[in-house]
């Protein structure tokens, strides 16, 4: 492998010339060519806490079958797309009919404001902050974001999000469990706001970590609601990030109107990346060591900034939303000068910072940086 050469590498993400600037600089961009320096850096040399990938993936079964399946990547996998729909509307007591895969479910957001934005002069309603990645491809379809503020205490401000609603409304976009801030929407509440909401126009439910937080996927709702989308993916529990597989659970009616935004319906993830999907759905213990792993890491971290006076949002998920006022200095700036990349901003001006939750190891440097800055 080649040598690491961490001067080499600041430079050519830019971070040397530009000072580190990373979580506003991700703030305002449509698309960043220095998205790239999340990939430069290998493993174990720079400690990667900034996209809550799952540390400790993929799991033995997935990592297997991906291996297995390296040869038989010559043939194009519809059967092994059509046996991943099936599998997955098993889970949820739906048919493959049901199911819409996608190269992660980013690419499914796309298409279903894509689908929204099919209405002229319509809008979304969303969270704020909340996984913006799609909100550039939505603005360029037509449809305008109205953004509606967290409560105090980070969560989905369901009520507003209500009231926003006019008649323009085409789509709402709720993530529960919430990126960037961990929190949670009680599995009752949701369920209603669902349904105010689907009375009217297309929601959008991100489910990305449910399977961290233990709250119930509202997915078997589809069954009966053409205006419910539910997208998941295979890149957070399952730690499979880089073989980018997720999906969208629907009506049927809907699930073709979305698979019209894709030129070749469920072809977007490879053979390899298909395999690896199936294999990690039944990887039961590896989701569960996972989950463990994660939760004793996070109350690590959470008790540790909080006796360093750093106020931690209670977090349900993978990753950690944090006040660091009380660090004086430039957060990011000081992570990254220790080779920590993870310090990230979703509201500008504010002092709130998201970092993910990684290993042991890697979480007790980021405790020892933090500490020795303090
Ligand atoms: C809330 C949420 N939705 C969707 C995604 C997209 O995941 P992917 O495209 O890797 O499936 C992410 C990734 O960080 C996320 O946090």
Known sequence: MQSFDRRNWLKKSGLLLSGFTIGNGLLARQYNFNDDIWEAAPDGQIIRIGQNENPYGPGPMARKAMMDAVINSNRYPSELATQLRERIAKAYNLTKDHVLLGAGSSELLGNTAALAAEKKGSNAVSGDPTFRLWFGAAELFGLSIKKVPLTQDK??????????????????????????????????????????????????????????????????????????????????????????????????????????????????????????????????????????????????????????????????????????????????????????????TYENGSSWRRTSIGTMEEMQQFIKVLKANM
């Open 155 to 344: 969560v989905h401000d369901l009520d507003a999000m209500l009231k926003a609603m006019d008649a323009q409304t085409s789509m709402v976009y709720v993530v529960n469990p919430h990126n960037p801030t961990g929190t949670i929407v009680a599995d009752s509440e949701m369920q209603s706001f669902a349904e105010k909401v689907t009375a009217k126009c297309l929601l959008l439910l991100d489910e990305a970590y449910t399977e961290y937080a233990g709250t119930t996927s509202l997915a078997p709702m589809v069954a009966n609601n053409k205006n419910l989308v539910v997208a998941k993916t295979f890149s957070k529990i399952h730690g499979m990030a880089g073989a980018r597989v997720g999906f969208v659970l629907a009506h049927p009616d809907t699930i073709k109107k979305l698979a019209a935004y894709q030129p070749w319906a469920n072809a977007g993830p490879s053979a390899v990346s298909l395999a690896g999907a199936l294999a990690a759905m039944d990887d039961l213990a590896f989701m569960q060591q996972t989950r463990q792993k994660n939760e004793a890491v996070r109350n690590y971290v959470t008790k540790e900034m909080n006796q360093l006076g750093l106020k931690v949002i209670p977090s349900y998920t993978s990753f950690i939303y944090y006040d660091s006022a009380a660090f004086k200095g430039d957060l990011a700036q000081v992570m990254t000068q220790a080779n920590i990349m993870g310090v990230r």
